[in-house]
């Protein structure tokens, strides 16, 4: 994990609202840009820097992307700050 992309991927707030989107499960690109009122382009290249980030994962099926989060990468985020606020190992 490389620690500079996440925190570059968490920083917006956009990103952050897609990530909360994401919890209750995988969305379609279509379902994440329909909720933003920013071009297209603009939610597609807020995808790619949380997948550049591993944050999230997509998966194509027919004309759709998908995208669900990694939460195995958030985990490690998570342990990170616990570490640095002394509460971890």
Partial sequence: ?????TMKALSDPIRRE???MLRAGRLSAGEIAEKFP???AAV???LSVLREAD???DAREGKFIYYELNTSVLEEVMLWLKIL???GK
Avoid: A, F, Y
């Avoid at 994990?1 to 992309?5: E, R, V």
């Fill in 1 to 5: 994990m490389g620690i500079q992309n």
């Fill in 18 to 20: 897609i990530l909360e």
């Fill in 38 to 40: 920013v071009s297209g």
């Fill in 44 to 46: 597609s290249k807020h």
């Fill in 55 to 57: 944050l999230i994962r």
């Fill in 85 to 87: 606020k002394g509460e």
